[in-house]
């Protein structure tokens, strides 16, 4: 039986690379175009040499694709997506275009006016956790931000179930392929290495995303959330420390409430094959390279706050890998199919 | 005029060989003495080739010095500093012997009875900047811990002037050095290297000690802190974002208020010469190497909480560095004497 | 049909680590049983949470399979797997105990009278590039120390057609993870980061390794080399910079004549699926992860030196991938199976 | 007594940043002015936060000053320079403008003809241990680069001496702050963490800096040197090996030899503030922030070649220090002036 064909609009940024890498290793889709405007007419392999085994040539134009996967920046890739989208091609949309229902918000935080509102509606939030139905018949699936991936994930059992308080700190640390393929002075190796710093500490525009949802998870109030992502000089990886007070009466605080936290925890992410529930404070090592997000949810029982952490690696779960993982839903896949690789380690 | 003599006991950790490539480039004193258990004998070059210019032999025991610095692990630490106490020599312990008031406390984190309680009342814990002249005079400096130096300079002045309510986190990102000397799968290059991870989530022995100190600043209200220590793949400096809900009324939560805010802090710490108030997200890479506390305290307009940022380099203002910053206040010397070189950039 | 089964024999070092990780994504056999004596009784997931998967038990010894990895210490390696060979299993062994045929240099380089001399004939030295045929049918393969692998696979097209002369220089610099999961201080991260060394000045272990097989790819020459190991801050990959003088009358020292030696590199090579010729000086990044050897052969007009470089995972290719390629062969695989995926990058 | 005024042209460079730094802590030179093109008009501290103290504007143009470091780029650098020479200012050029004496040398390598060939002659190669008598009266300096320095500093005695046949290989490790402040891919963090790679294997600049001494140095024979420079992931240092087979009949090749051949060094090298003849194999971070020169020759006993190895931090022994160490010679100070901080280890 012949594979399913898909294609890459932008191959050449860090999410495109990663969504090529983790293509070839699959068993049921083959990726049989790519783009990318810089590169165009180039050998894939020259301008990636660890993709040289995919044999492709980076073009202007998509050949026509069973599934479309757009690793373009945002307002660029609602534009490109369009043509896919009316002939009735499936569309994962990894920039940050479908993400936000609301067009002001996308207008406050990206600074367009909104390049496709009219498909808005009929876009899937990716999230693959929490919107499984839903991506599994979806046309357009917007694919989350690295940032929101960990945290949400982090934070959707005890939101959800009312457990926290709204007032919600999230303290997110990042490896540096997060800023992408782009050359900036933060991202300049003598700049980045042995530096920590926090950034965009007026508002990331990861953070209506966050909000978006976490609202979603939990009608009746409005989360109040502080996002602060930090720079960490290491390549991949997010950590993200949540933190927020336990709704008094809801959970005892101490080592039983703790006990019936994780339980709460290890329910909702039940036979998820990407969302591991652990006892002991993860690493973002632990998920090098593969789609795992490790969460561990725990008391501070001198505060009463919880205390979350988890971890994903911003190119897979955060990036390519969720996006692979939509795929597969939408193709009628198991759905962690060509996704199982361990974490490289050390 | 000759030098004040000083010595250092266990010169063989982080904190005893930053001490000693910092006393090497004071100008009023010299670095007569020191020991260390294992490497008695041995010249201090042979163990550390960059200390070779010292021309120094580590002994069993400290020659008669003028004042002692304590690099030994807390417990032993007290132990050793007796005995000069009773001399008069006067002493800078970098353990956390003496930095807890409370024995309870101590026993609770520490798990020993303490050794010498009769010295805890003289004690003057050594954060420079809230205990100037109580250093200035005292014959036993507890110097403070590294995470205590970053979190409480970031928090001090809203806690003091009470612009904050006492529900206050602290997400702390550390370098590597942090560990110490000790060989320990978690401090292995392997591990370490390209990693980031929570540790500590019960309790850390620094959690005390911020807040004995943030409650001193703030007699009327018990602060609720929440500290979650982090190690990321560097190995000098701390960055630490604090977050409280600004006490409503006290503040407007705008722009105008984050002037304000900004204002209060530079008050604080006008003419401090190791504290800096900035007006960017700080890097723990302007710190490298010196003396420096960066603090950059901002306001989220959204939720209206405190978010306050600071960088150390954790073996110089968390460690050596203030010991000496101690030192040159109780020798009656500037206090910024040897320690104004510039941080190490890029 | 059931996959073959196999074990590991210590599982709980980097190598016996990586090993685990790439069987877990190998279609054909099954990682049945695994070893290590610290770790004995303890879930192989508790120990490395990133083998969860794996859901295995880590033993004192190992049950039944059709093969055996030993990733025991020299030495100890050699005794373990006697009761294994005289059973009838085969046995790839990643120690250096057999891969030297002469007991008197393993007396010499090791410090110990080589426990199994009645084995060392039999064995065969597992570069597959190399020993194809022999691996294929052999009991006992010796897996070869990871700068030989590097080393030899760079100089052996030259060697074996007489193109230089035999005084060669071999200058590698591994990542850190080659020095292994043992704690040391050499590979304390606040020491072996930001830092590089030469090491091993006196003779490194793999020398004589390097020089018995050039020696044989060149029987009538006996080859000069010297090879001198660095550390560099990383934790995977060895990049080996080989130099030696083109013999005079064999080739011209212009463009063309690197264009004969490139091609000849090609045909050395050629359907190798993990040896590959590259046209730009590699990166070990290409190599991160996977099972790949990147060679890149270039002349120096000025002086009429070969340049060559190769870069290799050092887990992989440098250790257990490079184990299940000559597992492959033994049980009659195609070579590549399961060692396919792509490096990790970036 | 005032101090001697100093300015830097174009600061902006990470060698003009170091140059900042370290004349900061210098106690009889002023740094009065800086210029930097992009940054004119700025705050120096605004651009570099780990400046702030110097208290200076980044001008147009250079004020009036005894004595001017350049950190412009070759070509650029000799045309800024001319005006200060004119008016009899004393100029230490730390590009590469003046390094070449032949100027057909100059334009194959850089690509122009050279800009200013009658200061040729006077030009002093301020590499300070061969060239003291000369640097003291020169009135323009031309500061070598910082590969050169660590390797003719590893060769020179040997070179000198003729203990070596001429057939030289030169394998260097840089940090990538070498490559400068420039944004480049190969310099993207993502980029060149995690890597090492060679680079210029058809030819780097300073190679015929490195010819062009040692042949002085060993006017009968001339050198045939391969040199390879690569780039590993640590922000400082360069730790270079020389490789060359001793000339027989002049050194034992055992032990004694190579006593012989260390104290060769330790004379030749006797009294030198800044070089260290060492028994142990040096490590980079053994100079992080320092103008140390460590230096270990030792004998391949099996081969009979030399080994050297040479450790130093690129921007200070390589750049900005030695420029410094150049200047206080120039202005009648004492050489080590200003240098004498220890390295920063861990």
Known sequence: MSKTKVGIINVTGYAGVELARLLYQHPEVEL??????????????????HLASLDLTIKAELSDVDLVFSAMPHRESAKE???????????????????LKDTAEYWHWYGFTHPAPQLLEQAVYGLTELYRSQVTYAQLVANPGCYPTGAILALAPVVKTGLIEPDIIIDSKSGVSGAGRTLTAQTHYSEANEDATAYALDGHRHL?????????????????????????????????????????GTISIDKKGEEELRQLYRDFYKDEPFVKVVDFSPHTK????????????????RTGNLIVISCIDNLVKGAAGQAIQNMNLMLGLPEATGLQALSIYP
């Open 286 to 301: 632990h998920t090098q390279g593969n789609n795992l997000c490790l969460i561990h949810p725990t008391i501070d029982y």
């Open 32 to 49: 049989a175009s790519v783009t990318g405007r810089s590169a165009a007419g180039q050998r894939l392999g020259e301008v990636f040499p």
């Open 81 to 99: 997506v369009i043509p896919f989208l009316n002939r009735g091609t499936r569309v994962v949309d990894i920039s940050a275009d479908f993400r």
């Open 208 to 248: 209506p995303e966050i909000i978006q949802e976490l609202k979603l998870l939990s009608p009746e109030q409005l989360p109040s959330v502080t996002f602060v992502p930090h720079l960490i000089p290491m390549t991949r990886g997010i950590l993200t420390t949540g933190y927020a007070p336990l709704a008094s």
